[in-house]
């Protein structure tokens, strides 16, 4: 026998499990080659940052623009670890520290200069996303 109150309820129910899951993150990397150099630029949600470097140094619950400003060297340290460029199979260094800006969305932009040589090949290693939550995607360009 059909009860609507049964239904009802079974509707409410696996809707509120619906609403307590959240989309995976998502993240892009940006791999401009110019004649010289290579210019990388790695956005992140905030969050996803804030997992491996807190920003949140008075531990208040408010990330103020000072602690934004105080944790950019460490972030741009620990991407710069986990971003790893290959030009014809041999490791290429940054020349400088990477530049860490933050926009309105609350995401994190990380950016790199690397010098390199003419080279054949080009290969991009990603290591950030080993740490990220499962089903976390980088978009590369």
Do not use: C
Not at 79 to 97: M, P
């Amino acid at each position: 026998m059909f009860n609507p109150k049964l239904l009802l309820f079974l509707t409410l129910v696996f809707s509120g499990q619906l609403a307590l899951a959240h989309p995976p993150g998502l993240s892009s990397a940006e791999i401009t080659l110019g004649a010289t150099d290579i210019k990388a630029t790695l956005t992140f949600a905030i969050q996803d940052i804030e997992a491996f470097n807190p920003m949140d140094s008075d531990q208040d619950a408010e990330v103020t623009p000072a602690e934004m400003d105080a944790a950019k060297p460490a972030i741009a340290q620990w991407v710069a670890e986990q971003f790893v460029l290959y030009v014809d199979n041999a490791v290429i260094k940054t020349d400088a520290v990477g530049k860490v800006s933050f926009d309105q969305q609350n995401n994190a932009q990380v950016q790199f200069l690397f010098n390199h040589p003419t080279a054949q090949q080009l290969n991009v290693q990603s290591r950030v996303l080993s740490k990220l939550p499962a089903g976390h995607k980088q978009y590369l360009t």
